[in-house]
């Protein structure tokens, strides 16, 4: 099918000779329901064959920061695509408005940022460079929405979450969002998992990430999770004063080689 209002030969097939360069725009994709939304793609030079990376964007929602995390993944060599979860809420508004509106609204539903990711990862696989391989990454919120998308489709090829919120353990009263745990999702995961968490993090703790490596261990998924000593939550954010050099940087480096170990090569090989 074609999986997006734009054709996805986009400028940016550019030729090899142009070594650590990349191609940046906004394109449209299919979501949930037959919607059409807003994303932000990014691409490396040159029609090598490469593997494609949905990056979910946390409730801050679809910002700046979440854009550079898509041209770090082009400059590592992968056509990267981030879907505006918050384009039906408020399309065209600023992201802190947009997230505004969809905190009122009690967040992305479960189903419908399932579709959105299906249709991000659809358009991805349709790109000339694509070699069939897509895998999912997301921060807080979006940690947890990528193990959803990594449980409730079959065809997700590895997924990262960074200390994403809500997995297991309970959902606080008067929380305004509407969210559940996965533990009943968890059985079915169908990609093998990094996590990368905070050891000062309170959502999600210690204690909850080991109750999450006990779960995946007694259905027998594959998983690592590393956990960084003195880092809480948002360790990643470089605009925060959560940032943690250390943390990040170590996690960075694990996201580039579990990527690279499942991403690359052919989607038809074993």
């Known amino acids: 099918m074609n999986g997006s209002t734009d054709s996805p030969a986009l400028p ?42 949905v990056v979910i964007h946390h409730l801050p929602g679809y910002d700046r ?6 041209r770090r993944f082009a400059e590592l060599g992968y056509d990267a695509l981030c879907p505006n979860l918050f384009s039906r809420e408020a399309p065209g ?3 802190d408005d947009a997230a505004a509106v969809a905190r009122a609204n009690g967040g992305t539903p479960d189903g419908q940022l399932v579709g959105d990711v299906a249709g991000a990862m659809a358009y991805l696989r349709e790109l000339p460079s694509a070699n ?8 807080c919120s979006g940690g947890r929405q990528a193990v959803l998308a990594a449980c409730r489709l079959d065809d997700v090829d590895a997924a990262v979450d960074c200390y994403g919120a809500f997995v297991v353990g309970e959902v606080p009263e008067g929380l305004p969002l509407k969210v559940t745990t996965l533990v009943p999702d968890l059985p079915n995961l169908n990609a093998p998992l990094l996590g990368l968490f ?22 027998n998924k594959h998983f690592e999770f590393h956990s960084y000593e003195g880092a809480g939550h948002a360790f990643f954010a470089t605009d925060r004063p959560a940032y943690n050099v250390a943390a990040a ?5 694990r996201i580039a080689d579990f990527f690279g170990k499942h991403l690359a090569g052919s989607g038809a090989e074993g």
Request: net charge negative; aromatic share 4%; proline share 9%.
């Open 249 to 253: 940087k170590d996690g960075w480096e």
């Open 93 to 95: 508004a600023a992201p």
């Open 65 to 70: 920061a979440t854009k550079e995390m898509v």
């Open 12 to 53: 940016g097939d550019f030729p090899d000779t142009s070594p650590g360069s990349l191609f940046a725009t906004t394109v449209t994709v299919p979501g949930a329901g037959g919607d059409v939304i807003e994303a932000y793609l990014a691409r490396p030079a040159g029609t090598r064959p490469r593997g494609g990376v």
């Open 198 to 219: 905070g050891g000062e993090d309170k959502h999600p703790s210690p204690e909850q990430v080991a109750e999450l490596g006990r779960i995946l261990t007694e259905h």
């Open 132 to 139: 069939g391989r897509a895998g999912v990454i997301g921060h």
